[in-house]
């Protein structure tokens, strides 16, 4: 059994920064790439990051380049979101999904294993 866990969530002020991480535990896994998407009330969960990781490439949703970096830590095979210059719109539950061969990195549906989510605020 696999298991994301997302952590680093909380409330911060508009321009503010915070640092998502996501630790895998469980079975051993090879995977494709992982990814961070987000869901805000009342709105369908949109892709923001994803990193493959064979070669380390990463990709970005237009609304989050030059702001987030998406990373991560080999020997812990841990995924981490660097979220800076945070704005209000930014306000949704962050999810991390990893993906086992499917290369459709901004589909949630390419994705095989999912956290439970960390919640993060951005006041105005």
């Known amino acids: 059994q696999v298991q994301l866990v997302e952590s680093g969530g909380g409330l911060v002020q508009t321009g503010g920064s915070l640092r998502l991480s996501c630790t895998t535990s469980?079975?051993?896994?090879?995977?494709?790439?992982m990814a961070w998407f987000r869901q805000a009330p009342g709105k369908e969960r949109e892709f923001v990051a994803a990193?493959?990781?064979?070669?380390?490439?990463?990709y970005y949703a237009d609304s989050v380049k030059g702001r987030f970096t998406i990373s991560r830590h080999n020997v812990k095979i841990t995924v981490y979101l660097q979220m800076n210059s945070l704005k209000p719109e930014d306000t949704a539950v962050y999810y991390c999904?990893?993906?086992?061969?499917?290369?459709?990195?901004?589909?949630?549906?390419?994705?095989?294993?999912w956290g439970q989510g960390t919640l993060v605020t951005v006041s105005s």
């Open positions: 990193l493959r990781w064979t070669d380390a490439s990463t």
């Open positions: 999904a990893a993906a086992l061969t499917d290369n459709r990195h901004w589909i949630a549906n390419a994705y095989d294993y």
């Open positions: 469980g079975r051993a896994f090879s995977r494709n790439s």
